[in-house]
């Protein structure tokens, strides 16, 4: 594990950012609080370059974001948080985008269904679906990314499509994830040691997102939540988190689970960043540092994973 304190350039818009927090936290969000969430992600600014395309990928709608110089068949999936209720592909797009832009790999954003229109398992199918259309479209090097949600869905991906390799003619390379919530029964000792730190989240928060995403099924099933997953055989996976973060054991319990059964697994912790801090590009140093280190990670997943090249000796 790594531990990367606050610097002090980030100190004033960390304070900032949880004055303007506190009067918010622990307020439960439902369908109705999607269009704030979209807009307060579309805020990311968007990587110059990066062409957004609407497109339909395993029947999947969403969006493919585009790079100028995308490395040929490699492609990244991008599984977007939002607690399993909130959330779009669109909302998403600068964010992914500039991820994108740093692996430099075309990647696909799905418009996974959201709850509670669409319980479990729905996402999870949705992303199972994203993941094997872009094979279909002869895609040989993936990589895949979340955050939050989305980063507990990357790693339920992981252990699906890694469980029968069978079944798969191209498995994941490599994943990067933030704040991944990986347990939906909400038992890390986060919940109680960050409950005033966290600027954001309350155990009530997300137990209203779980009711409404699980409605009755088990929390502990491992496709709802990848810390009971079998993890043997999964790719490297870079996890980075929050200190602060009442999910910061997500992480922690997740990578050490990982780790005891074979996996690479880098995790960074960032001292005084709340959730998903990646997102406020320009706003953070540390989000940006995290990013570029995201990005470094994956591109170099895509590289190693690369056929190699033979090349007639000189004579």
């Known amino acids: ?97 500039q991820i994108a832009a740093r692996v430099g790999a075309d990647t ?68 990067a994830v933030m704040s991944p919530w990986t347990d939906l029964a909400l038992t890390g000792d986060s919940f109680e040691t960050r409950a005033e730190a966290d600027p954001i989240f309350t155990r009530g928060v997300l137990q209203g ?20 997953a079998e993890l043997n055989s999964l790719p490297p996976i870079r996890i980075d988190v929050g200190d602060d973060e009442v999910l910061l054991t997500d992480s922690s319990r997740y990578a050490d689970r990982a780790r005891a059964a074979g996996v690479e697994v880098t995790l960074s912790v960032w001292e005084g960043m709340p959730h998903v801090f990646q997102s406020s590009i320009g706003r953070f140093l540390a989000a940006e540092q995290s990013v570029d280190a995201i990005g470094d990670f994956l591109r170099q997943r895509l590289i190693d994973a690369s056929p190699s090249i033979s090349t007639p000796s000189e004579v």
């Open 1 to 97: 594990m790594t531990t990367h304190p606050l610097s002090p350039e980030d100190a004033p818009a960390v304070a900032a950012m949880r004055q303007a927090a506190s009067a918010h936290k622990g307020e439960k969000l439902g369908p109705e609080a999607r269009p704030m969430f979209d807009a307060m992600l579309a805020a990311t600014p968007a990587s110059a370059d990066v062409r957004v395309e609407a497109a339909t990928v395993g029947g999947i709608a969403g969006f493919w974001l585009r790079v100028p110089t995308a490395r040929p068949g490699a492609r990244m999936l991008y599984l977007h948080g939002g607690g399993y209720v909130l959330g779009s592909a669109k909302g998403l797009a600068n964010f992914a985008g």
């Open 209 to 228: 997102f779980a009711d409404m995403y699980l409605q009755g099924q088990d929390a502990t099933n491992p496709k709802a939540s990848p810390l009971y």
């Open 108 to 175: 696909f954003v799905p418009d996974y269904r959201l709850a509670p229109e669409h319980p479990f398992p729905a996402a999870i199918g949705d992303a199972i679906a994203a993941y094997r259309g872009l094979v279909a479209v002869g895609a040989e090097r993936i990589v895949v990314v979340g955050d939050s949600a989305g980063g507990g869905l990357t790693l339920s991906l992981l252990s699906t499509i890694t469980a029968d390799k069978t079944k798969e003619t191209v498995q994941p390379v490599g994943a």
